[in-house]
Every structure is written in structure tokens, then in C-alpha cells.
């Protein structure tokens, strides 16, 4: 009953974007912006809590800390840090970027009408871009890339992708998968 309230109360529709890192989340969330979406990121929790222990932001560093949380709070505690501000966004459709667990999912739902749309790219081609991108918390190396992979997937993030309302392949130019995700958007939007 409680869930069925939620959603009764709350008018908000939650669009959770899924994928391994450097599969384009964050391009895709910029094109949801660009149509008017508020973007909330499940990452900047982990980075605002490394920053709170006075941590360096390591792939290391932040890694333990997305662990730690899961490990302390539950695992849908990412989620749940973020529920007070997906509440304070003006927008009715709010894009959370890089929801990792079908516990963080199962959180969301609890309260939203969530979609879910998953990206996915190779393995090379998203090591590339984290290179690229060069954030403090990219690996820098294939076996530090590797490492944060498997942590990723551990923490569920490969069931998050299998079971999406939508999948994206993102191997080509940032204004393909901009299109490509404005389209998915829309019809994910109109269901």
C-alpha cells in the first residue's frame, strides 16, 4: 500500500540511465537536459561522501567509499541519499544517471514511475573515453579500468543493464547517441 501511495502522491517520472563506465551516461544525461530534464547523478553521492572523509578522489578511494555505503547503509543506500533532491527538482521528469542496483531501482520505484535506459559500448572503446575524459576518479590503466569494471558489475549494475525498458549501443559520435537517446527519450516518455 505504501508503494501504490507513493506513486499516487508523487507526479514525478524518474528516468534511471544504466551502463558500464565510459558508455556514455553523462553525454546521454547532458541530451536529456537540452529537452528540459532535470539530471541528478547516483555518482556525485559517492564523490560528495569521499570528499566528506577528506579523501584524495581515487578510483580507488571512491570505489571503497561506493562500497562502503552499500556495505553500512544497505544496498539501495545510494538511492536513498538521492531521494531528497530528485524531490526538490522542478522538472516533473528528472533523469538519475547511473543507477548501478535493482535495489537502487526498487528504491526509486517505490515513490516514482521509473524507466530505465541502458547504454552500452565495448570495453575498448570506453577505456578510451575514460582516458579522454581524464575525471580523478578514471582509471588510468587497463588493469585499474578492469578492476572498477568487475566492482561495477558485483554491486549489480549487469542486471540494472539486461533488465531496462531500453538499450542503446553507443559506438559512434556523441550527436548520434545524443539523437539516438532524445528519440528513446521520447518514446520511453510517451509508454
Same mark, same amino acid.
Request: charged share 30%; aromatic share 4%; hydrophobic share 40%.
Given at each position: 500500500?505504501?508503494?501504490?501511495?507513493?506513486?499516487?502522491?508523487?507526479?514525478?517520472?524518474?528516468?534511471?540511465?544504466?551502463?558500464?563506465?565510459?558508455?556514455?551516461?553523462?553525454?546521454? !544525461?547532458?541530451?536529456?537536459?537540452?529537452?528540459?530534464?532535470?539530471?541528478?547523478?547516483?555518482?556525485?553521492?559517492?564523490?560528495? #561522501?569521499?570528499?566528506?572523509?577528506?579523501?584524495?578522489?581515487?578510483?580507488?578511494?571512491?570505489?571503497?567509499?561506493?562500497?562502503?555505503?552499500?556495505?553500512?547503509?544497505?544496498?539501495?543506500?545510494?538511492?536513498?541519499?538521492?531521494?531528497?533532491?530528485?524531490?526538490?527538482?522542478?522538472? !516533473?521528469?528528472?533523469?538519475?544517471?547511473?543507477?548501478? !542496483?535493482?535495489? #537502487?531501482?526498487?528504491?526509486?520505484?517505490?515513490?516514482?514511475?521509473?524507466?530505465?535506459?541502458?547504454?552500452?559500448?565495448?570495453?575498448?572503446?570506453?577505456?578510451?573515453?575514460?582516458? !579522454?575524459?581524464?575525471?580523478?576518479?578514471?582509471?588510468?590503466?587497463? #588493469?585499474?579500468?578492469? #578492476?572498477?569494471?568487475?566492482?561495477?558489475?558485483?554491486?549489480?549494475?549487469?542486471?540494472?543493464?539486461?533488465?531496462?525498458?531500453?538499450?542503446?549501443?553507443?559506438?559512434?559520435?556523441?550527436?548520434?547517441?545524443?539523437?539516438?537517446?532524445?528519440?528513446?527519450?521520447?518514446?520511453?516518455?510517451?509508454?
Amino acid at each position: 500500500m505504501g508503494t501504490l501511495r507513493g506513486r499516487l502522491l508523487n507526479s514525478k517520472k524518474v528516468i534511471a540511465i544504466s551502463g558500464m563506465p565510459g558508455a556514455g551516461k553523462g553525454i546521454a !544525461s547532458e541530451a536529456a537536459k537540452q529537452l528540459g530534464f532535470d539530471i541528478l547523478v547516483l555518482g556525485d553521492v559517492i564523490r560528495e #561522501e569521499t570528499e566528506r572523509q577528506g579523501l584524495e578522489p581515487t578510483p580507488k578511494n571512491v570505489g571503497a567509499v561506493m562500497l562502503e555505503i552499500r556495505a553500512k547503509e544497505g544496498p539501495a543506500a545510494v538511492a536513498k541519499r538521492l531521494a531528497p533532491k530528485i524531490e526538490k527538482c522542478r522538472s !516533473s521528469n528528472v533523469v538519475v544517471e547511473g543507477v548501478r !542496483s535493482l535495489h #537502487e531501482l526498487t528504491e526509486l520505484k517505490k515513490t516514482y514511475t521509473v524507466l530505465t535506459v541502458a547504454l552500452h559500448a565495448s570495453p575498448r572503446t570506453r577505456f578510451q573515453r575514460l582516458l !579522454s575524459r581524464n575525471r580523478s576518479d578514471d582509471p588510468k590503466d587497463w #588493469e585499474t579500468f578492469h #578492476e572498477r569494471d568487475i566492482r561495477e558489475l558485483d554491486v549489480g549494475l549487469g542486471y540494472v543493464i539486461a533488465l531496462a525498458d531500453a538499450l542503446l549501443i553507443n559506438e559512434g559520435t556523441i550527436s548520434e547517441l545524443q539523437s539516438d537517446f532524445k528519440d528513446t527519450l521520447t518514446k520511453v516518455i510517451q509508454r
